[in-house]
C-alpha cells in the first residue's frame, strides 16, 4: 500500500498489488488492483500495458484483459519488440484472428525465431489453413531440432506421409545431452502419435508410457486426497441442497456443457452452435472465478477436503448474479450460451443453486475410452494432473463417476445426459433431444458441424474439421493389453454403461506389454 501512496496514478503499482493478492489467496483484493491498474493504462508504454493485462488474465478478468490490448497499435514501429508477448495474450484470450496478425507482424520484422514460428502453427491450427500450419511448426524443427513441443505439434496432424521420417528425427533428438525434461515429455507424446498413426501399437504404447512416466514426475497428484475432496464435496450437498435456490434474472439462460476432457463436449458444443438461438463461449473460467471473488478465496487446481466447507458457504445470490453479469459480453443478444469447461461437472449442484434457469448437458463417454483419450493427451502443466498414471485414473474416473451419480440424485430430471457413441452415431436424434431439453424450437440440419466456422482452440480443433464420424468408439481397444490394469478397475462401470459388455473378455491388441 505504501507504493500506491508513493504512485497513485502507475499502472504498474496496482499490478504489483493485484499479484501479491492473488498469490495469498486474496481474489477480492485482487480483482479490485487489476481492475484499479487497468482505468490507468491510458498512454502507458505498450509492454507495461502487456504486464497489465497479464495480471488481468490471471486474475481471470479476461473481457477486460482484452479491452486493454486494444490500446497497444500493433503496426506502430515502436511496438515492434511487444509483438510476440502481444499475440501471446491474444491467443491466450482465444482471439486467434489478432494473435495471428501479430505474429506476421513479427515474422515480418525480423522476429523469426524456432518459439516464433512454433507459435505461429499452433495459431494457424486453430484458424487454418493447416498446410500454412504444418509448414510452420516444420520450420520450428528445423530452426530447433531439440524443440520437443515443435515436434510433437507436428505430430498431432495425423499425416502418414513423412511419419516414419518424423520419427526417426525424434528418436534422434532424445539422444541429445541438452533436452530439457519438457522436450523430452513433448518428444515421448509426439513419437506416440506418430507410431500410432503408422498403426505400431506396441512401440506406441512404450513411448506414450515414457511421457507419461515424465510428465507424472513433476505433476504432483494425491488421489487418496482427491477421494476425500469428492467425498466431502457430496456431503456438503446433501438432498435438500436446492430446496432454496437464488433469485436471478432468467433473460439468458447459460448452457453448461460438463464432462471429463476428451469426452465429446467440443463435438456438442459446435452442433449447439449452429442453432440461431444460441451462442458459443467455449471454456470459460467465469464460473470457478466467480466462486473465488464470492468466498475471497483461491481453488486450487486440484480439490481438497476443504472444498466441502467452501462450497457450503457460498452465497449463491451474489454468485449467480456475479455470473451472469461477468458474462453477458458473451451472449451477442442470444436468449441461450453455452460454456463448455467440462471440470464444471465438479459444480453441478453450485450452478443449479445460483443459477436454477441453466441447463447442464453430460457428455457420458465409455469408461475406457474416456480415460485412454485423458491418458494419450498431453495437458498444460497442472491440469487433469491424475491423467499421467494408470491408477490415478481410474481413481478419478470413479469420483467422476460417482459425482455425477450424486447430481442426479439431488436434482432430478435437471441434468441431461448424452452418450458420446450415441451422439457419433445418431447425431440427428441426439441434437432433437437436445433441443427438447432445452426448450427450444427444432432446427434442422445442426449436426452439420463443418457449417460452424468458429474457431475453436481445444485439443479437438483438428478433428471438427471432418465430418461426425465414429472413428474413436472404442479406440482404447487397440492398447487393451496396455490398459487391462485399469480395465478390472472400471469394471463395475464399464458393465454399468454397456450391459453387453464382458470386460474379461476384451480382444487386446498386439503387444502392449
Same mark, same amino acid.
Given at each position: 500500500?505504501?507504493?500506491?501512496g508513493? @504512485?497513485? &496514478? +502507475?499502472?504498474? /503499482?496496482? =499490478? ?5 493478492? %492473488? ?30 493485462a ?6 481471470g ?12 497499435d500493433?503496426?506502430?514501429p ?8 502481444l ?45 500454412a500450419?504444418?509448414? @510452420?511448426? &516444420? +520450420?520450428s524443427v /528445423?530452426? =530447433? ?5 515443435? %515436434? ?6 495425423g499425416?502418414r506421409?513423412?511419419?516414419?521420417e518424423?520419427?526417426a528425427r525424434?528418436?534422434a533428438a ?9 522436450d ?12 500410432d498413426?503408422?498403426?505400431q501399437?506396441?512401440?506406441a ?17 494425491d488421489?487418496a ?6 467425498d466431502?464435496?457430496i ?6 441442497f ?8 432468467a ?13 465429446g ?6 452442433i449447439?452452435?449452429?442453432?440461431p ?12 472465478q ?5 468466498n475471497?478465496?483461491r ?5 481438497d477436503p ?6 457450503a ?5 451474489l454468485l ?7 458474462t453477458?459480453?458473451?451472449?451477442r443478444?442470444?436468449a ?7 471440470m ?5 449442484g ?9 441447463k ?9 475410452d474416456?480415460c485412454?483419450s485423458?491418458?494419450?493427451?498431453l495437458?498444460?502443466?497442472?491440469y ?26 439431488i ?54 474439421r ?24 472400471l469394471?463395475?462401470l ?9 470386460p474379461?473378455l ?8
Amino acid at each position: 500500500m505504501k507504493l500506491i501512496g508513493q @504512485a497513485p &496514478e +502507475q499502472p504498474l /503499482a496496482y =499490478a504489483m498489488l493485484a499479484q501479491i493478492c %492473488h498469490a495469498v489467496g486474496r481474489t477480492r483484493g485482487a480483482t479490485f488492483n487489476a481492475f484499479q491498474a487497468s482505468q490507468r493504462v491510458a498512454g502507458q508504454a505498450a509492454g507495461d500495458i502487456l504486464i497489465v493485462a497479464d495480471v488481468l488474465l490471471e486474475v481471470g478478468e479476461h473481457h477486460l484483459a482484452h479491452s486493454l490490448l486494444g490500446f497497444v497499435d500493433a503496426g506502430h514501429p515502436a511496438n515492434t519488440a511487444q509483438l510476440v508477448p502481444l499475440a501471446r495474450l491474444y491467443s491466450a484470450l482465444d482471439d486467434q484472428p489478432q494473435a495471428l496478425r501479430c505474429i506476421e507482424l513479427a515474422r515480418a520484422s525480423g522476429c523469426d525465431g524456432a518459439y516464433v514460428r512454433h507459435m505461429h502453427g499452433i495459431v494457424q491450427s486453430f484458424t487454418g489453413p493447416i498446410e500454412a500450419a504444418i509448414d @510452420a511448426c &516444420e +520450420q520450428s524443427v /528445423a530452426e =530447433a531440432p531439440h524443440y520437443g513441443h515443435a %515436434h510433437w505439434s507436428c505430430a498431432q496432424f495425423g499425416r502418414r506421409e513423412g511419419a516414419l521420417e518424423r520419427v526417426a528425427r525424434m528418436r534422434a533428438a532424445l539422444e541429445r545431452p541438452d533436452l530439457d525434461h519438457d522436450d523430452v515429455t513433448y518428444l515421448h507424446y509426439g513419437l506416440f502419435k506418430e507410431l500410432d498413426t503408422l498403426g505400431q501399437t506396441d512401440q506406441a504404447w512404450l513411448s506414450l508410457m515414457a511421457g507419461a512416466d515424465a510428465r507424472r514426475s513433476v505433476t504432483g497428484h494425491d488421489a487418496a486426497l482427491e477421494t476425500a475432496a469428492y467425498d466431502a464435496l457430496i456431503a456438503a450437498t446433501p438432498p435438500g441442497f436446492l430446496a432454496r435456490c437464488a433469485d436471478v434474472p432468467a433473460d439468458v439462460t447459460p448452457i453448461f456443457v460438463v464432462g471429463m476432457p476428451r469426452t465429446g463436449t467440443t463435438l456438442l458444443e459446435r452442433i449447439l452452435g449452429n442453432h440461431p438461438q444460441i451462442t458459443t463461449c467455449g471454456e470459460l473460467n467465469d464460473l470457478r472465478q466467480q466462486m473465488q471473488w464470492v468466498n475471497d478465496q483461491r481453488l486450487s487446481l486440484t480439490l481438497d477436503p476443504g472444498i466441502g466447507d467452501y462450497v457450503a458457504r457460498l452465497d449463491a445470490d451474489l454468485l449467480g448474479h456475479r455470473y451472469l453479469a461477468k458474462t453477458r459480453w458473451a451472449t451477442r443478444g442470444r436468449a441461450f450460451y453455452v460454456d463448455k469447461h467440462p471440470m464444471n461437472f465438479q459444480w453441478c449442484g453450485a450452478i443449479l443453486k445460483a443459477l436454477p434457469h441453466a441447463k447442464i448437458i453430460h457428455l457420458r463417454r465409455h469408461p475406457m475410452d474416456s480415460c485412454f483419450s485423458n491418458l494419450k493427451e498431453l495437458f498444460a502443466h497442472k491440469y487433469y494432473p491424475y491423467s499421467y498414471a494408470l491408477d490415478d485414473l481410474a481413481t478419478h474416473y470413479r469420483n467422476y463417476a460417482r459425482l455425477m451419480r450424486h447430481w442426479h440424485a439431488i436434482a432430478p430430471g435437471r441434468i441431461l445426459d448424452v452418450r458420446y457413441e450415441d451422439l457419433a452415431t445418431q447425431p440427428d436424434e441426439q441434437a432433437r433431444r437436445v433441443q427438447d431439453y432445452l426448450g427450444l424450437p427444432l432446427v434442422e440440419g445442426v449436426t452439420d458441424i463443418l457449417a460452424n466456422k468458429t474457431v475453436t482452440t481445444t485439443a479437438s480443433t483438428l478433428q471438427l474439421r471432418q465430418p461426425i464420424h465414429r472413428r474413436n468408439i472404442g479406440g482404447w481397444r487397440r492398447y487393451a493389453t496396455g490398459l487391462a490394469p485399469l480395465q478390472a478397475r472400471l469394471a463395475d462401470l464399464i458393465t454399468a454403461y454397456d450391459p453387453d459388455e464382458a470386460p474379461s473378455l476384451a480382444v487386446p491388441a498386439a503387444g502392449v506389454a
